[in-house]
């Protein structure tokens, strides 16, 4: 009895042993993602995934799906495989722009809980000056940001996970590192997020 409670209590606090099946197929995997709502987007297939050898996906049990499932098609228009997560090459900033799909990408993640309009911005690498401006929730915003050769400056996702603290919205930023240059970001709740942890095993945290 002692046993069953303790587990009871370690389970409500997060603790328990993930769920996660060892050595899971490719169709596997992919039906545990779809079980968790990542659903594909209109345009996109299985097919869109498959862009990888399928050993490859074993080698890497939901870490290499998962990110894939950030990104976009191989063909105009683009679009993105599904709107619950992001994987975003962190060497990415190049010119004028750069700001602005960082923002509108954050925004596709949360599914219409956050909403950023006149998003503008300004990126000039040689002249060392970039910006970003836009408006949420009625207020107007405006950050100036570091000039790091086409990397990012990581504040730009902190100042907007911020927002969600100060907002406090239902959903929050997630990080996963995928031990590259990438990393994959989401917009979950504590509920869909210890879920999907649980399912996968993979390391994603809090941004």
């Known amino acids: ?37 990542f659903e594909l987007n209109a345009g996109t297939n299985i097919s869109d995934i498959k862009r990888w050898d399928e050993q490859d996906f074993l080698d890497e049990p939901f870490t290499l799906m998962y990110a894939t499932l950030g990104q976009t098609i191989e063909r105009e228009p683009w679009t993105p495989l599904t709107d619950k ?30 909403v950023f309009t006149n998003v503008k911005d300004y990126v000039d690498i040689e002249e060392e000056k970039a910006w970003v401006s836009f408006t949420f929730n009625g207020k107007n915003y405006k950050w100036d940001l570091k000039i790091d050769n086409d990397w990012v400056d990581p504040n730009v996702f902190l100042k907007i996970s911020e927002l969600t603290q100060e907002h406090k919205t239902k959903g929050k930023y997630t990080v996963f590192e995928t031990g590259g240059q990438d990393i994959v970001i989401g917009f979950e709740s504590p509920e869909s997020l210890k879920e999907i942890k649980n399912k996968t095993g993979l390391k994603i945290s809090w941004l």
Request: overall charge negative; charged content about 30%.
């Open 85 to 114: 997560c992001w994987d975003f090459d962190t060497e990415a900033i190049e010119d004028h722009g750069s700001y602005v799909d960082i923002i509108k990408n954050l925004e596709r993640i949360t599914r219409g809980e956050l």
């Open 1 to 37: 009895m002692k046993k069953i409670l303790l587990m009871g209590i370690l389970s409500l606090l997060g603790f328990c042993r993930n769920s996660a099946p060892k050595n899971p197929s490719f169709d596997e995997q992919m039906r545990i993602f779809q079980e968790l709502g």
